[in-house]
């Protein structure tokens, strides 16, 4: 299918006019049932597990006032103001908001869903949004989309024209083309239809694989007018988007130079690096955040990079969600039937000798699922090292379910995802707690807020969750969420999403693996 410029506009218009349409029906809803009855909450007798990694209070009492937390404390030391809405919190267990630090839930790359969904976008990335803070996620980064629609979005739930998680946004991965690019998805361009050079533009913003060709200069310049466009920060790719082989990026003096510059604009410079001396290279030029450092084309992280980037106090947003769990589970399975074929097949080749190819020995490390075992691996040293990790799971919206032929893993689901992630640091590694913090405080640091963010104390946002069982004594206790309060609006979970595009019915409950 092909779609003119001027086609293209009027889908774009046509969504703004729906964005319109959309913001004003769920502003008066949300006014109705998320807004609690007074400006004042109480969670009352509650265990607060407050994110900073110690002992939980007990039998403690949280009061919210207005958007912030305006007391902590035993029950009896905290008075409840007359007309405060009161949440029981007896045998409930209080957390932080979580954080996922690596989400995309916006449109980009498959072209039926792109062809007729283009012009319902915001409510894509609206329904996206409110599928992550139905599973208690209060916060997310958005690390690749359509940066148009998910700022848009952003600025809405930010006004409070409808309820939704707190969003940052970098739009593009700097560098790196649209979805039907050689740099992000090895397409030539040359068979592109007009309606995917048109998608390349939407979402590379500028930001392309026209800056590979810039000096170190050059690339100042562009990368601010990047930053113009109202990102919150930057990723940008250190190295090429796909696997074996790994081609290095942009060279040591321009991400230098890319990190300086979005550093002089107080923001997050953050990279894709996915081979041993295309991370080391960006960890040369200053970044702040490594997207999936365990993911290194499949090879074991030498130590001295593990220390160079505990050292430094490198934040890394890692995809356990794709290497413990039900994900792991489903490796190990098709790996033993992996196995059992190929001594079938060796059975029937015995006694002739032949030499793999390289690409045949890739294929075999494919297909026995080297990779993943190296991402798993990876992920534990990296735990072991006591570097600062958060959950970071790529959840993605992703195509729409009418053009599936299979249904999508439930741990890529924007949420659920996050929570099967949160769970994968444990069976990694962490401790409960441990993962906790990594889900909230960390998050906080990688959001660059941890003075609004990441813990349950006085003065910060009133991003809470209230669980019904303590997912102290075992992590999958998070996945009974009650209630979640965000910035002092108290959200009921089922009413989410509240206008379905995809998900017009509910999603898969939480507790299928």
């Not at 029981?88 to 498959?110: E, L, R």
């Not at 290279?281 to 200053?286: C, K, P, Q």
């Not at 729409?400 to 032929?405: D, G, H, I, T």
């Not at 439930?410 to 993962?435: D, F, K, N």
Request: aromatic content about 4%; hydrophobic content about 40%.
């Amino acid at each position: 299918m092909t779609m003119s410029n001027q086609q293209l506009r009027r889908f774009l218009t046509f969504a703004s006019v729906s964005l319109v349409a959309l913001a004003i029906a769920l502003a008066s809803r949300t006014a109705l049932d998320a807004q609690p009855t007074s400006g004042t909450v109480a969670i009352v007798g509650a265990t607060v597990i407050d994110g900073n990694g110690g002992a939980p209070m007990s039998n403690a009492t949280v009061l919210v006032r207005d958007k912030r937390i305006a007391a902590v404390g035993p029950r009896g030391s905290v008075t409840v103001p007359e007309g405060a809405t009161v949440i029981d919190g007896a045998g409930k267990f209080v957390t932080p908001g979580f954080i996922d630090t690596n989400v995309h839930i916006s449109m980009y790359a498959n072209l039926e869903t792109l062809a007729r969904y283009l012009p319902r976008a915001t409510e894509v990335v609206v329904e996206g949004a409110q599928l992550e803070l139905k599973h208690g996620i209060t916060t997310v980064r958005d690390s690749y989309g359509e940066m148009q629609t998910l700022l848009k979005v952003r600025d809405m739930i930010a006004r409070g024209d409808f309820v939704g998680p707190r969003m940052q946004v970098a739009g593009n991965i700097v560098g790196w083309g649209g979805p039907f690019s050689i740099s992000f998805a090895v397409t030539r361009d040359s068979g592109l239809s007009p309606f995917q050079e048109q998608v390349n533009d939407l979402i590379t913003q500028g930001g392309g694989e026209e800056l590979m060709d810039m000096t170190p200069d050059e690339l100042r310049v562009a990368i601010n007018k990047y930053l113009d466009k109202g990102v919150d920060f930057v990723k940008y790719g250190g190295t090429s988007h796909w696997n074996n082989p790994v081609f290095i990026g942009f060279s040591p003096d321009a991400q230098k130079a890319l990190v300086e510059e979005v550093h002089k604009r107080g923001k997050v410079a953050e990279t894709h690096s996915t081979s041993i001396e295309g991370l080391r290279l960006s960890i040369n030029a200053g970044i702040d955040l490594i997207q999936h450092p365990e993911v290194l084309d499949p090879r074991e992280m030498p130590d001295d990079l593990v220390q160079q980037i505990h050292d430094r106090k490198i934040i890394g947003s890692m995809l356990t969600n794709q290497i413990a769990g039900a994900a792991w589970k489903k490796h190990l399975k098709t790996k033993e039937e992996n196995a059992k074929k190929d001594a079938e097949d060796a059975k029937e080749s015995e006694g002739v000798s032949k030499t793999k190819t390289l690409a045949e020995r890739r294929l075999a490390d494919r297909t026995s699922g080297l990779g993943l075992e190296m991402r798993r691996l990876n992920a534990q040293k990296l735990i072991k090292a006591g570097t600062i990790l958060t959950p970071g799971t790529d959840n993605y919206v992703g195509t729409a379910p009418e053009f599936r032929r299979e249904p999508k893993p439930i741990w890529t689901e924007p949420g659920m995802g996050t929570i099967t992630a949160i769970e994968g640091l444990v069976e990694l590694g962490m401790t409960p707690s441990q993962a906790i913090v990594a889900a909230t405080k960390n998050g906080a640091l990688a959001c660059r807020m941890t003075k609004d963010l990441g813990t349950v104390e006085v003065g910060k946002l009133a991003d809470l969750l209230v669980l019904d069982a303590d997912p102290l004594s075992d992590i999958a206790n998070i996945r009974k969420l009650r209630t979640v309060i965000k910035e002092g609006r108290v959200v009921e979970p089922a009413s989410l999403p509240e206008k379905p595009v995809w998900y017009r019915t509910p999603p898969r409950s939480s507790s299928q693996h």
